[in-house]
């Protein structure tokens, strides 16, 4: 059983610049999820992904998409870069679209804006 | 809506020493509730989950919670520490059939030897 691996675990980037953040759900997982954590914070939600769909968005503006694709893996997409997205984003998979059964989170990309 | 709040952004406590996590919780259905450790450059780990089941949970690495209604509570606790404990402690809450977690500001555990 694979877990959920996220890429890159480390990027900079210039504000102004566009970023694609990736991760491979576990096996048998059919959502993920998104959460931006800044420095001394906890997680935001950002959105889910379930079965190829959005099933839900935090407050977060439109310039952060996403794509989930067929094998459930997933795509984090943030334009026009500001230097106060420098965090960890975090990936969670899941299974069912719910929070009745455990999230298991990746490693992180940790995403510096310059 | 649901919220929650940890109380003490630091805890710092002796090895061998009695570990207790604040949690409390605000929602306006019956929630779960879930603590996640985070150690230094990692992702979330799973320490436990409460889901409507019994109200005291155990969980991995020794760590248990027990889930108070009247208080809103739920405490994260552990007998005696040891200094591999030592990380980033978040308490969340979600709602059966909801999608997200919804997190605390983070307790950071300190361990002394």
């Known amino acids: 059983e694979t877990g959920v691996t996220q890429s890159p675990t480390h990027l900079i980037k210039t504000r102004g610049q566009q970023v694609t953040l990736r991760c491979s759900s576990q096996?048998?997982?059919?959502?993920v999820s998104w959460y931006q954590q800044a420095l001394g914070q906890g997680p935001q939600f950002i959105f889910q992904?379930?079965?190829?769909?959005?099933?839900g968005r935090g407050n977060f503006p439109p310039r952060f998409s996403g794509l989930q694709f067929p094998n459930y893996s997933s795509e984090l997409n943030v334009n026009a870069l500001e230097l106060d997205d420098s965090a960890l984003y975090l990936c969670?998979?899941?299974?069912?679209?719910?929070?009745?059964?455990?999230?298991?989170f990746g490693q992180g990309t940790r995403l510096t804006v310059v | 809506a649901q919220s929650v709040t940890q109380l003490g952004s630091h805890v710092s406590v002796s090895e061998g020493a009695l570990v207790l996590l604040r949690c409390n919780y605000s929602s306006s259905v019956p929630p779960y509730l879930f603590w996640y450790v985070q150690y230094p450059n990692q992702g979330l780990q799973l320490l436990l989950k409460y889901t409507s089941a019994a109200t005291l949970v155990k969980g991995i690495n020794g760590f248990e919670a027990e889930f108070k209604k009247s208080e809103t509570s739920f405490h994260l606790t552990k007998p005696s520490a040891h200094m591999s404990d030592a990380a980033e402690y978040f308490c969340?809450?979600?709602?059966?059939?909801?999608?997200?977690?919804?997190f605390g500001q983070g307790t950071e555990l300190s361990v002394k030897p």
């Open positions: 992904y379930y079965r190829e769909e959005e099933n």
């Open positions: 096996s048998g997982h059919n959502t």
């Open positions: 969340a809450v979600s709602v059966p059939q909801g999608g997200k977690l919804i």
């Open positions: 969670a998979s899941s299974s069912g679209g719910q929070l009745n059964t455990e999230a298991f």
